[in-house]
């Protein structure tokens, strides 16, 4: 174990801007990237369930 | 041997087999990436040592490597997907290069991020004109092109081919990349992993990265199949197995 407590392991040996600021972008990015991807699906399918409903408007 | 046990990998070629087939495997790699991701930080963060010279800076290494990988591997793969699509004019090709290229992107912007967040503290820069550094930023701006380039093609088949092209010319890059800090003499340092040498590093700091390259490759792969379906839906919106999909059919 490198860390005696937790404000030691924030400071990062003095190296907690730089550690933390690579790290957090990382996780950031990888957060949101998945979101994105995922709501540009939901984004295609409701609109084909919306031309699939008028479809069956026209149709009657 | 009979015939019937051969799968006919080219049903997989069609949109329409691809789409489940991605939804049924884009779990499991979630699933690897989330365990791979876990053992990764633990390791970078609790097992492996502080650095003799770099003290606790070096870390960075653990997100560092694995994104600058990522971001050569994924420029390969989607140039071969490009180049397959130009050759064989097979639909799915073009939507995975086109899926391919925003997660790329993503991984070459944290391999600068991180080298800056890492290059201040031991080298004293945010930035140099490195040849490693440029050709890296060169290879994010081919990402950036090669979606620009993509988005201002209304048609997708020809957005596919104008594409490619591109994708295929910027190749050329990935090996100037690599070999970078061997025919330059550059600020960035040499390879810490190569296949002709012992790494130039701790086990347990090997270790950690190799973890997280595995995670950062497990997160691409989910990430890819997840915006091929997408992909797959914009383009096949026309069609009737799009229209009779479950996802469509019921509300």
Avoid at chain 2, 31 to 40: D, Q, V
Avoid at chain 2, 117 to 138: C, H, Y
Avoid at chain 2, 202 to 213: D, E, K, R, S, V
Wanted: with cysteine; net charge positive; glycine share 8%.
């Amino acid at each position: 174990m490198n860390w005696g407590s937790p404000a030691e392991f924030f400071a990062m040996g003095g190296y907690g801007l730089y550690v933390w600021g690579s790290f957090g972008i990382c996780a950031l990015l990888m957060i949101v990237e998945p979101i994105l991807a995922s709501r540009r699906r939901k984004d295609i399918l409701r609109s084909l369930r919306r031309e699939r409903f008028a479809a069956t408007l026209d149709s009657q | 041997m009979s015939n019937n046990k051969i799968i006919n990998w080219f049903k997989f070629a069609s949109p329409q087999s691809f789409y489940p087939l991605a939804g049924k495997m884009i779990p499991w790699f979630w699933t690897l990436a989330a365990i791979f991701t876990i053992a990764g930080l633990w390791i970078s963060f609790f097992v492996a040592p502080t650095d003799a010279t770099q003290g606790e800076g070096y870390r960075i290494i653990f997100i560092h490597v694995p994104a600058a990988w990522m971001s050569m591997f994924l420029y390969c793969v989607m140039a071969a997907w490009a180049g397959i699509g130009l050759a064989l004019n097979t639909r799915l090709s073009g939507m995975m290069a086109q899926a391919i290229a925003p997660t790329g992107a993503i991984m070459a912007f944290l391999s600068l991020w991180t080298g800056a967040f890492w290059g201040k503290p031991m080298w004293g820069a945010w930035w140099v004109w490195d040849a490693r550094l440029t050709s890296a930023l060169i290879l994010f701006f081919l990402y950036i092109g090669f979606i620009a380039l993509q988005a201002a093609i209304d048609d997708a088949r020809r957005a596919d081919k104008a594409g490619a092209i591109l994708a295929l010319v910027g190749v050329v890059n990935v090996p100037i990349i690599y070999f970078s800090v061997k025919w330059w003499n550059t600020l960035h340092q040499g390879a810490s992993v190569a296949i002709n040498k012992a790494p130039a590093m701790a086990t347990t700091m090997l270790w950690g990265m190799l973890i997280m390259a595995l995670a950062f490759w497990m997160y691409a792969i989910a990430l890819v199949l997840m915006r091929v379906r997408a992909i797959i839906l914009e383009r096949e919106a026309h069609t009737d197995w799009v229209k009779d999909l479950p996802e469509v059919k019921g509300n």
